[in-house]
């Protein structure tokens, strides 16, 4: 394959999972068929959606991976700034909402995909052990940090728990202002965290 035709492979795979983003988002997950993420993508046959994607289940997972990437790399150059791990948490905090404020739709598309996007045995098509999980990164950070006597005494794998579903709340409660709800978590999480004062 040369390179022009490479570049171009890649550009209609991103088309085509971008159509799918809006397709599912707007229509629900069993409503996103090819001929609809097609028509969608401005592309005259759902034969090049084969082509690119073996099935629906491929589709989604590169749905899922597209959003989970820009994510990353949108938080990823707020967090390389931050300063010690309380800041870190506060950072993470702020730029996971700030990346559900900015991105609505990637962000249903994804919650969709998550709670409806079964296998024909009824097992879900995106597994957390398929992606970057950022429950497992965050236990890390808060054992890194009670180690190194940053934050109090408590069960890091709790705290992570809590923390990711205080943030994917934020994507399923119309009209919040993202910046209010990350300052009130920011402070409750700051305080849930830092160490004793002796």
Do not use: C, W
Not at 29 to 47: C, H, L, P, V
Not at 67 to 80: C, P
Request: charged share 25%; no cysteine.
């Amino acid at each position: 394959m040369r390179v022009n035709d490479t570049v171009t492979a890649g550009a209609r795979r991103a088309q085509i999972v971008t159509a799918a983003i809006d397709t599912i988002a707007e229509l629900g997950y069993g409503n996103a068929s090819f001929a609809r993420i097609a028509k969608r993508a401005g592309i005259s046959s759902t034969r090049l959606i084969s082509y690119h994607f073996d099935d629906k289940a491929e589709l989604v997972r590169a749905v899922v991976a597209a959003v989970l990437s820009e994510a990353a790399e949108y938080m990823g150059k707020r967090l390389g700034a931050a300063e010690g791990r309380p800041e870190l948490l506060k950072v993470y905090i702020e730029s996971n909402l700030a990346f559900i404020a900015e991105h609505p739709t990637a962000i249903r598309a994804v919650i969709e995909i998550a709670a409806n996007a079964r296998a024909e045995d009824g097992t879900p098509l995106v597994r957390p052990a398929d992606v970057d999980d950022p429950t497992t990164r965050l236990v890390a950070m808060f054992r890194e940090g009670q180690q190194a006597g940053d934050f109090r005494d408590f069960d890091p794998a709790v705290m992570a728990v809590t923390i990711r579903a205080a943030i994917d709340a934020a994507a399923s409660v119309p009209d919040l202002d993202p910046h209010a709800y990350a300052a009130e978590l920011v402070a409750l999480f700051t305080l849930a965290t830092r160490k004793e004062q002796p």
